[in-house]
């Protein structure tokens, strides 16, 4: 359902989410390394969310990619929006192009019930929750 440049934003700001009261400057080696990722596309991606001020960025020698308590409430759907556009909250599940209420493809109200739980679930949930649920065991990230 996301792009894969989606899927790596997420692993990352949670990563860096749960690593930020130790030193919250990572070096974008660790970070791609940390989530598995490739590292210049890895570098990409935060970037652009770095733009966006989703997390922060820190330039020279001892710089890289931080998220501090200004970034505490991050919804999960702002990473997505940044990465990924609102495509995936609207669009339609087969690509057709003219889909809409008023002239919807046979997936239309099935697709349009789950994209509007998966909208309400991403703006439900904070980056800071799921670092959270790394932190106290509740939640996983094994990455292969």
Same mark, same amino acid.
Do not use: W
């Given at each position: 359902?996301?792009?894969?440049?989606?899927?790596?934003?997420?692993?990352?700001?949670? +990563?860096?989410? =749960? @690593?930020? &009261?130790?030193?919250?400057?990572?070096?974008?080696?660790?970070?791609? %390394?940390?989530? !598995?990722?490739?590292?210049?596309?890895?570098?990409?991606?935060?970037?652009?969310?770095?733009?966006?001020?989703?997390?922060?960025?820190?330039?020279?020698?001892?710089?890289?990619? +931080?998220?501090? =308590? @200004?970034? &505490?409430?991050?919804?999960?759907?702002?990473?997505?929006?940044?990465? %990924?556009?609102? !495509?995936?909250?609207?669009?339609?599940?087969?690509?057709?192009?003219?889909?809409?209420?008023?002239?919807?493809?046979?997936?239309?109200?099935?697709?349009?019930?789950?994209?509007?739980?998966?909208?309400?679930?991403?703006?439900?949930?904070?980056?800071?929750?799921?670092?959270?649920?790394?932190?106290?065991?509740?939640?996983?990230?094994?990455?292969?």
């Amino acid at each position: 359902m996301f792009s894969k440049s989606c899927e790596y934003a997420f692993r990352a700001v949670v +990563y860096l989410c =749960s @690593r930020s &009261t130790e030193d919250p400057i990572a070096k974008i080696k660790e970070i791609s %390394d940390s989530i !598995k990722a490739p590292m210049h596309y890895t570098s990409k991606v935060l970037q652009q969310l770095s733009r966006k001020g989703i997390i922060g960025s820190q330039k020279g020698p001892n710089g890289g990619f +931080y998220v501090d =308590s @200004r970034f &505490t409430n991050i919804k999960l759907i702002e990473v997505v929006k940044v990465i %990924d556009g609102e !495509k995936v909250f609207t669009g339609c599940a087969m690509g057709i192009i003219p889909c809409s209420e008023t002239n919807p493809c046979v997936m239309h109200e099935r697709f349009k019930k789950i994209r509007n739980e998966l909208n309400e679930m991403m703006q439900d949930i904070t980056i800071h929750q799921l670092a959270d649920g790394l932190h106290s065991g509740e939640l996983k990230m094994k990455l292969y």
